[in-house]
């Protein structure tokens, strides 16, 4: 085993998120830097090695948040201590970005040299600016023949407004530049601030269930220490556990003998259900806890709803089971029973998106071995009856007596669409044709940008 890294001093500590859209080359850049300071030896070292679900691979998507912990000498001759949080860069799983955030004090934003700002980049920068976090424009993939750097830093200074007059040059493929984007991180980017004899205020930024070990937690202390052996307490459900042991991932896990201010690592702690371990809790002593919880994550929405029922009926209590251990990893979704006159026994699941439905049904089928039938996707309708109270409808047979309802409203979306000028007719007639109604339009660059509120059901289900 490893021997466990030192505590470093706190002003040496970076905690960072890599934030961008989809195939900008976020993970590839994850890989180069876990490479280049040493996390990992050249004949453990594998494409997207943050990315460790089948899925993932396959797809070339991210899609749980993962971090690392990388130790870095840089040019001054210091050693500094790196926390990673790789993120996914697509909107449906925009609630693991929002946790990440929250825990990092800045983000690298990466930027595709040949494609320029898309969508997702604008969506999940203005989170972390949200977040207060200093950000580093990174500009990926500068070896390619249509790569036009000049082009693109003046497009995210029109577009998100940040200054990218030093945004660094790599090529996470080919290795350019990586150091250079090392360097922006220790210079560029803030340590965390935190007392570390001050009670212990800890952040849990995920949870996920380990057959072996229970309950696996991700956390980032703010203030005080964490150690194996200290009773801490849950401030949201009040529940006390005793910490079995600390340990950081070098991607590797490895025990360390307490976390300090800034730092992040993970714990375990008997705890036998992540439903126990609401993610965005504050964790402190239990003999000396702090005063004040932490600002906690907004609760997860889900957008879209669909019916999940086994093909044979016999399977419903392995499905409940799946479903339960799935949630366990996944605290964005969401499900609760419902029975159906022609599918029979089933659950009604809630996903933030077309995506995520996807994935969590390809989940359910290959980890757990289930056949299943999925209702067609729609969304939740507010019906306000006469008498003043108001019923969530899911299912068009649930209607109420026509006489006895008083308004029906439906979920809308506000999307901020990017198009090059020639698709601009096609994609206005679309939301048109959808009962959209455009809020504005402006052009950044060569590229339209319109925004438009849609219902959500349209867009869903076509």
């Not at 990174?138 to 497009?155: H, M, S, W």
């Not at 937690?217 to 600390?246: C, E, P, W, Y």
């Not at 029922?309 to 969401?334: H, K, M, Q």
């Not at 995506?355 to 067609?376: K, P, V, W, Y």
Request: with cysteine; hydrophobic share 40%.
């Amino acid at each position: 085993m490893s021997t466990p890294p030192p505590t470093p001093p706190i002003d040496r500590i970076r905690n960072f998120s890599v934030v961008a859209h989809i195939d900008h080359g976020k993970s590839t850049l994850s890989d180069r830097l876990i490479q280049f300071t040493g996390g990992l030896t050249a004949r453990e070292m594998r494409e997207q090695v943050l990315d460790n679900m089948e899925i993932e691979q396959e797809r070339g998507i991210t899609i749980k948040a993962q971090t690392v912990r990388l130790n870095y000498t840089a040019k001054d001759g210091l050693d500094y201590v790196l926390n990673l949080m790789d993120t996914p860069g697509h909107v449906d799983f925009a609630y693991e970005v929002s946790r990440s955030l929250a825990a990092c004090e800045g983000s690298i934003l990466v930027v595709d040299a040949s494609q320029g700002v898309e969508a997702q980049t604008l969506a999940n920068v203005y989170q972390a600016i949200d977040n207060n976090h200093e950000i580093v424009p990174v500009l990926n993939k500068i070896d390619l023949p249509a790569a036009e750097p000049e082009r693109v830093r003046q497009q995210i200074e029109d577009v998100i407004g940040i200054d990218a007059s030093e945004a660094v040059l790599c090529s996470a493929k080919s290795g350019i530049g990586i150091e250079d984007v090392l360097e922006a991180i220790v210079t560029r980017l803030p340590a965390p601030t935190g007392d570390g004899d001050a009670p212990l205020k800890a952040m849990l930024v995920d949870a996920w269930y380990d057959p072996y070990l229970g309950v696996i937690l991700l956390v980032r202390v703010f203030d005080g220490h964490l150690r194996a052996g200290q009773r801490i307490k849950f401030m949201q459900n009040g529940s006390t556990h005793l910490v079995d042991r600390v340990g950081v991932f070098l991607p590797k896990n490895t025990p360390v003998e307490s976390l300090g201010p800034g730092e992040v690592g993970f714990i375990t702690a008997q705890i036998k259900e992540v439903a126990h371990a609401a993610v965005g809790d504050t964790i402190t002593d239990e003999k000396r806890p702090t005063d004040t919880p932490l600002k906690g994550f907004k609760e997860v929405q889900s957008v879209v709803f669909c019916g999940l029922f086994p093909v044979d009926a016999a399977d419903f209590e392995d499905l409940r089971a799946a479903i339960g251990r799935l949630r366990l990893n996944d605290a964005s979704f969401t499900y609760e029973m419902e029975s159906s006159a022609a599918l029979g026994f089933g659950f009604r699941c809630g996903f933030l998106g077309l995506l995520h439905l996807e994935i969590i049904q390809e989940r359910l089928s290959r980890e757990f071995n289930l056949d299943l039938i999925a209702t067609a996707p729609s969304v939740v309708y507010k019906i306000g009856l006469r008498d003043g109270t108001e019923i969530d409808l899911h299912n068009p047979a649930d209607l109420p007596d026509v006489m006895q309802i008083d308004t029906i409203s439906e979920p809308w979306i506000k999307a901020t669409i990017l198009t090059p000028d020639e698709y601009l007719g096609g994609v206005i007639k679309l939301c048109q044709d959808r009962r959209g109604q455009q809020v504005e339009l402006s052009y950044v660059g060569s590229r339209a940008l319109v925004v438009y509120e849609l219902p959500l059901n349209e867009v869903v289900f076509d």
